[in-house]
């Protein structure tokens, strides 16, 4: 496993403080939110994009995902997702980012497998993966491999794992990563008071069953990216990423395959 953490834990931070933290916290990686606060979106011209990719690369990070907020499948027409998604995607291959995540944002899977269809071409003509979150309205494993695998599109379409909403959502950890099977491409890891009370809590002292889903991920001889994906965005009184950062690098090693 190699652990990055999302820029989601650094409201207020320009890209040099969260490399700063990356680079700090013993990480890989750094896992990018694309919104307009955070100075990397779609909208970046072609110097802002190479100014990225330049100061992730000179710490000696990468980027393991871009964090898009496209709904792939939110009621409404095809084509501006399809847009959005495209350009979130040649952004990715600009920043030299492996895949963007996505969320499904509704529950048909017919919708959602349509638009990733349609942007398989690009997706794969760029090297880019498109990463379906659990989440939302589809928040099980079950539910994100039966959207993917209605899609067809296995060479440019992925999931990305986030341990706290399969669970809360009743589906234990065995049965998520049985389902997800080769479409698992990305983790994200985080711990909440219960199932109830989403609030961040650091590694191991709430209710996210983190030693389970470690030990079915060792198991299953998972190699890629582990993103602490810490909420402080949406919950400002928690403490600063820095201090959860070191139980997040702790639970890679113990769970690294």
Excluded: N
Excluded at 35 to 47: E, K, N, Q, Y
Excluded at 97 to 113: I, L, Q
């Amino acid at each position: 496993m190699k652990l990055a953490v999302s820029t989601l834990g650094m409201p207020g931070d320009g890209l040099d403080r969260a490399i700063e933290i990356a680079a700090g916290g013993g990480c890989q990686g750094l896992e990018l939110r694309l919104h307009p606060d955070t100075g990397v979106h779609a909208g970046l011209d072609a110097a802002g994009r190479r100014s990225v990719r330049e100061r992730v690369e000179r710490a000696g990070l990468e980027i393991s995902a871009l964090a898009g907020y496209v709904g792939v499948c939110e009621p409404g027409p095809d084509e501006p997702v399809i847009e959005a998604l495209a350009a979130d995607l040649r952004l990715a291959a600009d920043l030299g980012a492996p895949g963007v995540r996505v969320f499904p944002r509704g529950g048909d899977p017919a919708v959602g497998a349509r638009r990733l269809k349609a942007v398989s071409g690009t997706a794969a003509a760029l090297g880019t993966l498109v990463l379906v979150e659990t989440h939302d309205e589809m928040a099980t494993g079950a539910a994100v491999a039966a959207l993917l695998a209605e899609a067809g599109s296995p060479a440019t379409t992925g999931v990305i794992w986030d341990l706290l909403h399969p669970w809360r959502h009743g589906e234990s950890p065995a049965a998520t990563l049985a389902a997800l099977g080769p479409y698992l491409s990305y983790v994200q890891v985080k711990d909440a008071v219960s199932a109830t009370d989403t609030t961040p809590v650091p590694m191991g002292e709430g209710s996210v069953p983190l030693e389970e889903c470690g030990e079915l991920l060792r198991g299953a001889g998972f190699g890629g990216w582990v993103s602490l994906e810490w909420e402080r965005t949406w919950y400002p009184q928690v403490a600063p990423v820095e201090e959860i950062l070191p139980g997040a690098a702790d639970w890679v090693r113990r769970f690294a395959a």
